[in-house]
């Protein structure tokens, strides 16, 4: 009956966000937000591994500007508690200052077997945090998982490693970062929305949780972001044979350096 603690990340519906055409610039004005879909596999795998291991308790972890917003949400899928902390030095929070928060949050909470983690979240997908957190924390760390089991004290894992897989197996306690294609995450019934309202929500600031100026000043800065717009030059072969028109678009594609 292993605690698990389960990472997430509350970020911008990825539909909702639109390219400025003067400049390429993101807005996020009308974005809505979600938890990260590749969080809501780790979500789903720890709420699995809990229904075949009797007793099994599941925390809930976040860190952001505005993650109070997502607690009704992820305990709707299961988690017993959630724990989050929410800070405005999220807006530019990098994997180091995410992990470092994070691994203080759990070092207060201290109590846990198996901690979850989306192999990278939705928004950057840079898919340090897991490592990060399982190097600072000395525990092992298992990515890019595609299967999952329990036995007795330990975790095997089937990693996804290329062309190939790896079964790894470690003690308690260990960090699993899993691939979307672990599972598939449930939708909530209104039983479960309803049953989340009761579930106990705690807030712990950052000083509370012992992190300093060091550990929240980020090491990589971005300095834009834009949009991808594909330009198209829209030629279209209508004379001739259809041989001739795909000699001449292959060699059209050849000139462009598509085709070697």
Request: hydrophobic letters at 45%; aromatic letters at 6%.
């Amino acid at each position: 009956m292993p605690n698990i603690v389960v990472c997430y990340k509350w970020v911008p519906d990825e539909q909702d966000i639109r390219v400025n055409a003067s400049d390429r610039s993101l807005d996020f004005s009308r974005a809505k937000y979600k938890i990260s879909d590749y969080d809501r596999n780790a979500i789903e795998a720890a709420v699995l591994i809990a229904e075949k291991q009797a007793g099994s308790r599941i925390t809930a972890l976040t860190f952001g500007a505005t993650a109070k917003n997502s607690l009704k949400d992820v305990l709707s899928r299961g988690p017993d508690q959630v724990v989050w902390t929410a800070d405005a030095v999220a807006g530019k929070a990098d994997g180091y200052v995410t992990a470092n928060i994070l691994s203080a949050m759990l070092k207060k909470l201290g109590d846990y077997d198996l901690i979850l983690c989306g192999e990278g979240s939705a928004d950057v997908y840079a898919q340090q945090v897991g490592p990060r957190i399982a190097a600072l924390l000395g525990i092992p760390a298992i990515t890019f998982v595609k299967e999952l089991r329990i036995e007795g004290n330990q975790v095997i894992a089937v990693r996804k490693l290329g062309n190939c897989t790896e079964t790894v197996t470690v003690p308690f306690p260990a960090l699993i970062t899993v691939l979307p294609e672990i599972n598939k995450p449930r939708i909530p019934g209104l039983k479960q929305v309803m049953a989340a309202a009761k579930k106990p929500q705690t807030e712990l600031s950052l000083a509370g949780i012992g992190v300093g100026l060091v550990e929240v000043t980020p090491k990589t800065r971005v300095k834009e972001i834009c949009g991808y717009v594909m330009n198209r030059k829209n030629v279209l072969w209508k004379e001739g044979s259809s041989s001739d028109r795909v000699n001449a678009l292959v060699e059209a594609l050849t000139k462009e350096g598509v085709l070697a």
